[in-house]
């Protein structure tokens, strides 16, 4: 079937880096995707990486894609306390639903 | 089991009729619901909050008077389209938090519709 997982919880230090990590359990898959959710607020669209990629950077953002092991991840570079939400991962078969994880929930502590 | 009952799953009608999508908590009393939308080829974005109680929150550019939304009960969020028109056809998501919580977001299976 299909199960995207994720831890819920990450503590992080104000410029540090985060990694967010998540695995998922279809690998047809075609595309997978990162969101972010602040507080009170829906979900936001932060990167997506197509699967026959191995990673892709964006900004302070850089996304590992490991498709033999079928984990995904998001790199945060110097986190700051604006980064505190929550990320969902999710994956994607084409003409099919999304199936996201239960959010990974990043605190930036100062 | 399923947390989110989504429902209708697909709908497809004539240009003109209005439409309406139920969202269901099934195991727990949701304040909070969101509603998203999905064009081919793009992610999904965010149309709107659905607050139990209240008016519903739109995000810029979504018309409120073409998405109607009803959060009536803890458990029940609708999304009416009204007048649909085949610009509109899209697949609609939405999703719950239970309530006095921030997470997990629950996501319902969605609805493909297409207006012909």
């Known amino acids: 079937g299909e199960d995207v997982e994720q831890s819920l919880f990450l503590s992080v230090r104000e410029g540090d880096s985060s990694v967010i990590n998540c695995t998922y359990t279809d690998s047809s898959s075609t595309y997978l995707y990162w969101y972010k959710q602040e507080p009170g607020a829906g979900l936001q669209l932060l990167t997506y990486i197509f699967s026959n990629m191995d990673m892709k950077q964006d900004q302070r953002l850089t996304v590992l894609l490991n498709k033999k092991d079928k984990h995904l991840s998001l790199r945060i570079a110097d986190t700051q306390t604006g980064d505190s939400a929550i990320y969902f991962c999710?994956?994607?078969?084409?003409?099919?639903?999304?199936?996201f994880g239960p959010g990974t929930r990043l605190s930036v502590l100062p | 089991g399923a947390v989110v009952s989504q429902h209708p799953s697909r709908v497809i009608c004539k240009s003109g009729t209005s439409v309406k999508i139920e969202c269901r908590s099934l195991d727990f009393q949701a304040t909070t619901m969101f509603w998203y939308r999905q064009f081919p080829k793009q992610s999904l974005m965010l149309m709107a909050t659905?607050?139990?109680?209240?008016?519903?929150?739109?995000e810029q550019g979504v018309e409120k008077d073409k998405f109607l939304i009803n959060h009536a009960s803890l458990t029940l969020s609708t999304l009416t389209v009204t007048s649909a028109h085949p610009e509109d056809s899209s697949f609609y998501i939405c999703s719950v938090i239970e309530q006095g919580k921030n997470q997990p977001q629950h996501f319902g299976d969605g609805t493909r519709l297409s207006i012909l």
């Open positions: 659905s607050n139990e109680g209240s008016k519903a929150t739109y």
């Open positions: 999710a994956e994607k078969k084409y003409g099919q639903n999304f199936v």
